[in-house]
């Protein structure tokens, strides 16, 4: 019995985006470079390049890595797999070929589709996997190219059969391997049951509406930019203008000139939009939503984003991609009494911030983040004893510390990896951060442990500093964290760098800082 009318009451990612196209039709989705793309052209794109894959020889639930920056391309070969029910693996396209090939073997990749400037690094890769399939995010004189199946009437015309009959809303759609910031890369399975709920979760929590023009900078394999925007805004009907990459006087030029209304980036992205000297030249107005995420905002910067960009509202996203990814959302309406914190649980999230022996701990007091969410990933693919720890008790553990008040607000104090043992002593290192970052002469910070011989751990400070800091700025500093934290949080040491790593989504890669630095100890500085 359960199976009559299973088809009627399914629902995929295809059957949203069919759903869309029957809606929105010729209406603008999707612009990139001088491509255009409605929303009816997309999905029968999405049709021709599920039956050119199947009809390559791969079979439902196979895994299909992509490889390469943002474009349309990108955007379609997703579309294409959900709609023929293979399994989308986004890979970072700053991965060396080693990289890469781990990915390929964990997940057991059947097909890998290259943007081809990336070439070289994916031949080198995938060299154990005989029977892998290549082809290529662009147009080509190859069978394989995803332009030219969007395009070539003989993988379907408007009116053909349905592709994909017998994808389930339970089936796997998408490996969202996590940074490997803290250890190998963990493939988190979503299937489209889950990924649409949170869809759902985003439409209400960030006011998505049709006539929003939305510019998608930040890589499309990031679940941030994939979907908590560029998707849910797509099968709402919003407009997309997608670039490759978040380059500053492009983006605030688009911005103006295409009157976008809607722009996600995370902080480090924001930091350096309000220091490019185009910033104050631009007429920005349009800005109806911004959005930041992915990583801890300062409260400094946030500041004076909504400063500068007054007639803007502000949304503060939190999550994972474990949550596809959306967790929690400070609200335009929230900032003013609560800058610092990341809002509450959106509308199919449970969230809690508990102690080691999953007690909630009281109000202002420290815990980890634990979520219940239909949102949630089915586990790490392959990796039985990692799920096992991240589902243990019942919740999915983030790893995040955080903070609840008594209204249940989050205030995310730091990564569990990234809190300093100073003497005995734990220092978030956001608050050192927080304090660092009020001084005028400081761009960016990071604050990590170095080897400290008397405290085992000493707090450091990795400055990049403005262009008109004074020369002696090193003992300036000091004195503004003296004056401004307790002298265990006081940094031991300053260090003064060009910039600071990040990876290609724009979150700081302090793993990189900690190794960099391991060798060294503290100073007198401090």
């Known amino acids: ?75 379609l070969l997703w579309l294409g797999c959900a709609r023929a029910g293979l399994v989308h693996v986004p890979a970072n396209y700053a991965l060396t070929a080693p990289e890469l090939d781990y990915i390929l073997r964990q997940c057991g990749a059947s097909a890998l589709f290259v943007q081809p400037a990336l070439q070289a690094v994916a031949e080198a890769a995938g060299t154990e996997l005989p029977g892998l399939l ?34 389930r809303d339970e089936d796997l759609v998408q490996l969202q391997y996590t940074s490997g910031t803290t250890g190998q890369p963990k493939g988190a399975m979503m299937t489209h049951r889950a990924i649409l709920t949170e869809y759902a979760s985003v439409t209400v929590e960030l006011e998505m509406r049709r006539d929003d023009r939305a510019l998608a900078a930040l890589p499309l394999y990031h679940t941030a930019q994939m979907h908590c925007f560029t998707m849910p805004q797509m099968l709402n009907g919003a407009f997309t203008l997608l670039i490759e990459a978040p ?31 185009d910033f104050g030249r631009r007429d920005l107005s349009a800005l109806r939503n911004i959005y930041y995420g992915a990583s801890i905002m300062p409260v400094p910067v946030l500041q004076e984003l909504r400063q500068r960009l007054s007639g803007a509202r502000p949304f503060n996203c939190y999550g994972q991609s474990e949550i596809a990814p959306l967790a929690t959302v400070l609200r335009p309406e929230e900032h003013e009494a609560r800058p610092g914190s990341v809002g509450r649980a959106v509308l199919n999230v449970e969230t809690r911030v508990v102690d080691p022996e999953m007690r909630d701990v009281a109000p202002g007091e420290r815990g980890e983040v634990v979520h219940r969410s239909p949102q949630l990933c089915l586990g790490y693919w392959n990796m039985p004893e990692e799920t096992a720890r991240a589902f243990e008790g019942g919740w999915f553990h983030s790893g995040d510390v955080a903070t609840i008040d008594a209204e249940g607000y989050l205030a995310i104090v730091d990564r569990t990896k990234d809190l300093i043992n100073t003497g005995g002593v734990l220092v978030a290192s956001r608050e050192v951060e ?49 004056a401004n934290l307790a002298p265990y949080k006081v940094p031991k040491r300053i260090i003064l760098a060009e910039t600071l790593p990040k990876n290609t989504a724009g979150k700081l890669l302090k793993r990189e800082l900690r190794q960099l630095y391991a060798g060294t100890e503290s100073g007198a500085l401090g």
């Open 1 to 75: 019995m359960a199976e009559i009318g299973a088809r009627a009451r399914r629902n995929t990612i295809g059957d949203a985006m069919r759903r869309a196209a029957g809606r929105f039709r010729d209406r603008p989705a999707l612009q990139f470079g001088e491509r255009a793309w409605s929303f009816a052209r997309l999905d029968l794109a999405a049709d021709r390049i599920a039956r050119m894959l199947l009809d390559s020889g791969l079979e439902p639930g196979q895994r299909v890595v992509a490889f390469g920056r943002n474009s349309d391309a990108y955007l």
């Open 134 to 167: 290549r082809g290529t995010l662009d147009t080509g004189d190859g069978r394989h190219d995803i332009l030219s199946a969007a395009g070539d009437p003989r993988w379907g015309q408007p009116g053909d059969p349905e592709v994909g009959e017998r994808v």
């Open 247 to 277: 380059n500053p006087a492009l983006v605030l030029e688009l911005i103006e000139r295409e009157r976008i209304t809607s722009f996600f980036a995370p902080p480090t992205v924001w930091i350096t939009l309000l220091q490019h000297p």
């Open 434 to 482: 927080e304090a660092l970052f009020t001084h005028p002469s400081v761009a960016e910070v990071a604050v990590i442990a170095v080897p400290d011989p008397k405290w085992i751990e000493a707090v450091a400070a990795v400055v990049v500093l403005r262009p008109e800091a004074p020369a002696d700025v090193e003992a300036a500093l000091l004195a503004h964290a003296r």
